[in-house]
């Protein structure tokens, strides 16, 4: 049983996914997207088309459940490949390296969705993602993308326990982020090390861990974050000797732990107020 508050978001958003009459999603396979998919092809059956982007930046692993989850949701699906690896700006990795992303992203969905005959594309943002650091939002705001979760008020809490209501895996999933988020703004960003922090965190990941991190400081220095309940595990002499070599394999000499432990964002921490009011603009 939803709560009345809840409950009556829920029935909002499916009034607000009946009203746009059909809709692309862009979809992730995390928390806010998976709960928007779920909700749309309830309301709107085949009109509503989950498009997953597919680039080095998506982590194998995420694609592949999100591939897996969209076909249990019962979605139509088209797998979009996109390339901000090839533009410069993108590659430069400024502090609004999202923008760059997204607009790459976005123009590819409204291309899709012309030909599909689609009405809206739609991404998965929520009110705990306004007023964060999102150069992206701009792209959306270009691109008329809309926010279903967003214009009908839900909040990362919401979104979960709306989730465990509707009996959706993905309820109590950390969040996730593209894997250029690993990179120092100012640091280049090549398919290479792309694929090499994949298989690094891909390591973490078959080995049971939910929070975590491998963050790329140049082409020999990796830092692991992982949750601070889980750094004790990563001590472990065979676990640890098995991580190290593994980073060595991928071409890193320096493999260290940040001893605060995983956090989102962390990239983030070196810029200043203003510089992300400037690049948010």
């Known amino acids: 049983m939803l709560p009345d508050v809840l409950a009556k978001k829920y029935e909002h958003l499916r009034a607000i996914l009946h009203d746009m009459g059909s809709v692309a999603i ?11 998919l779920k909700v749309a092809v309830d309301v709107l059956g085949p009109q509503a088309l ?10 194998t692993r995420e694609f592949e459940e999100a591939s897996a989850l969209a076909h249990t949701i019962g979605a139509r699906t088209v797998v979009v490949r996109t390339e901000e690896t090839d533009l410069l700006k993108f590659q430069e990795n400024p502090p609004d390296r ?7 992203l976005f123009g590819k969905l409204q291309s899709i969705a012309e030909q599909e005959g689609i009405a809206w594309i739609a991404d998965g943002t929520i009110t705990d993602d306004v007023g964060d650091f999102r150069p992206g939002m701009r792209a959306k705001s270009e691109k008329n993308v809309r926010s279903p979760l967003l214009e009908a008020g839900l909040s990362k809490t919401e979104v979960r326990e709306l989730s465990k209501h509707l009996n959706l895996s993905t309820w109590d999933k950390p969040a996730f982020a593209c894997l250029s988020s690993r990179f120092p703004y100012g640091t280049g960003i090549t398919r290479d090390n792309l694929t090499r922090i994949d298989r690094a965190e891909t390591f973490l990941r078959d080995r049971g861990f939910r929070f975590f991190r491998v963050r790329f400081h140049d082409e020999r220095t990796a830092r692991i974050e992982v949750g601070s309940g889980e750094i004790v595990r990563l001590l472990d002499p065979e676990l640890r000797n098995a991580m190290v070599s593994h980073l060595k394999e991928l071409g890193f000499t320096y493999i260290t732990l940040d001893l605060q ?4 964002g962390s990239m983030n921490e070196p810029l200043s107020d203003d510089l992300k009011r400037q690049f948010s603009a």
């Not at 989950?50 to 080095?56: D, F, N, P, T």
């Open 261 to 264: 432990g995983y956090r989102t």
């Open 26 to 36: 862009g979809y992730s396979g995390g928390v806010d997207s998976t709960l928007l």
């Open 50 to 59: 989950a498009m997953i982007g597919r680039s080095e930046t998506y982590p």
């Open 98 to 104: 999202c923008y760059f992303c997204k607009t790459e």
